[in-house]
């Protein structure tokens, strides 16, 4: 995948934001590895693409999340009919993170944003199913993809710089 970036340097940032879309869609893609891609491309194969290497990567992730939310409350429980959504998100994590939810609102969104693996889908895919309000979840999704895409891509960044990746 670096390779493929690499040579494709110069809309690498459209590629990530698409993989993310598909993120969103519960496509198994890492938004991590995506942010590290994005990190070490920055700083050792086209740094004069650094700013829109960040942008791709946080748009991509944002609007992920958006599209999973309204997946969610649009298609609603239609979608836990499919035995892929079952296995995905299983009623006991459903059950879990709408506890969370109804507990610590939208702080649930922010903090889900920053644990990988899958946490963080289910956690964007209950708020839809629950139908959360949209201003809330953006808000504080918003600002949670702002934290984690900025740190993975800078620490990335700073990494590669340190130890010379090419």
Not at 101 to 123: D, H, K, S, W
Not at 156 to 164: D, N, Q, S, T
Request: hydrophobic share 60%; aromatic share 14%; net charge negative.
């Amino acid at each position: 995948m670096i390779e493929f970036l690499i040579e494709q340097a110069a809309y690498a940032h459209w590629y990530i934001f698409a993989l993310l879309l598909l993120a969103g869609l519960h496509i198994p893609v890492s938004e991590d590895l995506m942010g590290i891609g994005a990190g070490v491309l920055a700083a050792t194969v086209v740094p004069e693409y650094a700013t829109l290497l960040y942008l791709g990567l946080f748009a991509g992730a944002v609007c992920g999340d958006i599209e999973n939310y309204w997946l969610a409350r649009l298609l609603g429980q239609r979608l836990l009919r499919f035995e892929f959504m079952q296995k995905l998100l299983p009623e006991e994590r459903l059950a879990t993170v709408r506890g969370w939810l109804e507990r610590y609102g939208a702080a649930t969104i922010f903090v889900g944003r920053l644990i990988p693996f899958g946490v963080r889908n289910a956690r964007f895919t209950t708020a839809g199913l629950s139908r959360m309000a949209f201003w809330k979840f953006l808000l504080f999704d918003f600002f949670a993809a702002l934290l984690s895409t900025s740190l993975l891509f800078a620490l990335e960044m700073a990494e590669a710089m340190l130890i010379g990746v090419v």
